[in-house]
């Protein structure tokens, strides 16, 4: 079974730090691309960040542009996303999600069940 | 602000049909394909369509995309209570280098 679990959230104050980890199972990880979406309450998704297969493309959305950086373990079946001076704006259910193979790749096929980040003094 | 414009809710009856709409840019829907996600309550969002008119295997046939210019519709027929959720549009954008998402629409099942 093709499954992506997320871990690592939890509360921070403001101008901490968290690390979110994604575990991947029941597909080749090397293969794909990833993605981080992150869900504010009430609100709709967001996409966060993006990379390759090879860690070499990476982009990542102006809103954290300079304070998240994500990457991949191939190894280890899992995908990163190092968060920096966080802000309450940050606050949100965050989910992985794998980019489809072709004819889907302009997709996102599997997500995770999502982990929850709350950014509060 | 999302890139992306959706309606914020559309209900209808059982067994009724209803459209999703989903506006973009020439940089985005206009160049690539459109995608749709299904979000049921308290649940993760769930690809329901992908490139523009495509159905995974597991989306009932009920459920249908098409795409002109820059905008993508999702289509919906013979609703049931179960079809409630939020639906999300996703594109990705050539000229950002960012993966774009509407607000997402409430669909309610009178």
């Known amino acids: 079974e093709v499954q992506l679990v997320e871990s690592g959230g939890g509360l921070v104050q403001p101008g901490g730090s968290l690390r979110l980890s994604c575990a991947v199972s029941?597909?080749?990880?090397?293969?794909?691309?990833m993605n981080w979406v992150r869900q504010a309450p009430g609100k709709g998704l967001e996409w966060v960040s993006f990379?390759?297969?090879?860690?070499?493309?990476?982009y990542y959305a102006d809103s954290v542009k300079g304070r998240f950086t994500i990457s991949r373990d191939d190894a280890k079946n899992s995908l990163y996303l190092q968060m920096n001076s966080l802000r309450a704006e940050d606050t949100a259910v965050y989910y992985c999600?794998?980019?489809?193979?072709?004819?889907?790749?302009?997709?996102?096929?599997?997500w995770g069940q999502g982990t929850t980040v709350t950014v509060s003094s | 602000q999302s890139v992306l414009t959706q309606p914020p809710s559309v209900s209808a009856a059982p067994g009724q049909k209803v459209t999703i709409s989903c506006s973009g840019s020439s940089s985005n829907i206009g160049d690539n394909s459109a995608s749709w996600y299904q979000q049921l309550p308290g649940t993760a969002p769930k690809l329901l369509i992908y490139?523009?008119?495509d159905l995974p295997s597991g989306t009932p046939d009920r459920f249908s995309g098409s795409k002109s210019g820059t905008s993508a519709t999702l289509g919906i027929t013979g609703l049931q209570t179960g079809d409630e959720a939020v639906y999300h549009c996703g594109a990705w954008d050539s000229v950002l280098s960012v993966w774009v998402f509407g607000g997402g629409t409430k669909l309610t099942v009178l």
């Open positions: 029941g597909f080749t990880f090397s293969l794909y691309e």
């Open positions: 999600a794998r980019v489809g193979s072709v004819p889907a790749a302009e997709s996102m096929d599997v």
């Open positions: 490139d523009n008119d």
């Open positions: 990379i390759d297969t090879t860690g070499s493309t990476i």
